[in-house]
């Protein structure tokens, strides 16, 4: 889920020309969003998660949250790294 966090990162940074922190944060959350809307069928005993094998989409949803809110604390402490961008040009 974080590789995927990153890698979204990268290609939200680089696609739409803002600082990483902030596409780092919008990927997160909307990660997070996801898991939410999903929770019930990727829950233990739900349609997609019939065995409990898969992780619990809240406890994702909550990593995600905590990355984002770790970003925004890292981006306002120093502000070298909140200015970092990934530029395609």
Not at 21 to 31: D, E, M, N, S
Not at 37 to 65: K, M, Q, R
């Amino acid at each position: 889920m974080l590789g995927f966090g990153m890698l979204a990162t990268v290609a939200v940074s680089w696609y739409f020309q803002i600082n990483v922190p902030t596409a780092g944060i919008i990927a997160f959350l909307v990660l997070a969003t996801l898991q939410f809307v999903h929770a019930p069928e990727d829950s233990p005993g739900g349609i997609d998660n019939p065995d409990g094998e898969l992780s619990h989409p809240l406890l994702i949803a909550g990593v995600a949250v905590l990355a984002a809110v770790a970003l925004l604390v890292l981006a306002v402490l120093f502000p070298a790294f909140g200015s970092l961008a990934i530029s395609g040009s």
